[in-house]
């Protein structure tokens, strides 16, 4: 059976694109939140440069080793010389839009969103080991179920030459079901991975020892995603423990780097002292939408009721929207601890491949298109079901 259009179809403007219409301009980001981290590696990619980030604050003189421009240059930008790709907040977005036009730049000629841009985001498990016994759907990235497996630093290093090779790869999310903190090598694995491209942590912190805060905080493109347990939640005592150190060392950062510490929030359970604690620190609390596994219930039965956003009218819209493009297939490869590739981020995995590393790219990619389990999603709509702002209606 051929692959369908709706996998084969990667979404986004690519990197030949871009070039032909930044055409040799001074590229600039407006914004300097992760999606902006990302189009700077998707730049690097197409051998492109980021001139400057655009800041209403101007927090601090450079980023990442690049001017930032406070917002006073909008009024000095020109559309002859300056290129905008605009990755700030949703909610902004057609005032900034209306104040480019003003200065003469034309929509997608001259200035275009994040959004628009094919960007790859790579999702790796270090250690399959959670922190309470995983139920079977799991059973992909954790093949001997709950017995601990980390991922070899030998195969790591394989890994990262083979991320080299993935185009418009803009972010590695380090974690999955496992706790990456607990692989005794999980520093060196993230900065070894930052050299590839922007790389989140899936964290709950409760494994990190002490003398690896330093280390692991000095990594510039690394962003943490805390996800702490529910306060009623019998490991809610070891994330408690390790709160005042997290906070010591968030309160000791340089301010421009705080933005990459975010507290993330499950839509249900009670997490009322995480969010005061969060508040009263100054961390940045954000809400963690969940996906409801398998299948089966989420087509028959009515077994996730707490996933809120995940309402009639969402169905009704994955419904009507099915001839679309699959949304999930923008996060390839997925490697579990063991080194064997599955097929997605969402939904139960089919694996691919024992080992992530004989294939090339693409090869892999044409695996993913044919395998079983897509079929099964495009036939359900569940490809269009993804964390996409358009779907969420607790987004700005």
Known sequence: MPPDHRITTLTGLDAAFLTERIGGRQTLIWGMGSRAEEVVCVLKRASLLCHGWIHTTAPAATYWDIPVWDAACLDRLDPRDHFVIYAGSVGFWSLASQHLKTQGFLSSQDYL???TL?????QIEVVNKPLRPLPEIFAPFDPGLNLTVHLPLDKVDRIVTALKGVPSLSRIIIGIAGEP???PQC????KVMSTVASVSLQTSLTHIAAQDWPAALAIRQLRWMIS???DDHPTAMEFLAQWPVLVNHYNHMPAEDRHRIAIHIANSGNFARVRRMANEAGLKVLAHLPFPFPYSRLLGESGYVSYRWLD???FARMREEQAGVCRAQRVFPVISATGELVNCHLWQAEKL???WLDKSFQEY???RNTSVQCRRCLKAGLHRLDEHLDLNPNAN
């Open 113 to 115: 969103q994040a959004y």
């Open 312 to 314: 009639a009218d969402v």
């Open 118 to 122: 094919t960007r790859l985001i790579a």
């Open 365 to 367: 990619v044409i695996m």
């Open 187 to 190: 520093v060196s694995i993230l």
């Open 181 to 183: 903190l607990a692989h």
């Open 228 to 230: 702490p347990p529910p």
């Open 353 to 355: 491949d024992d080992q």
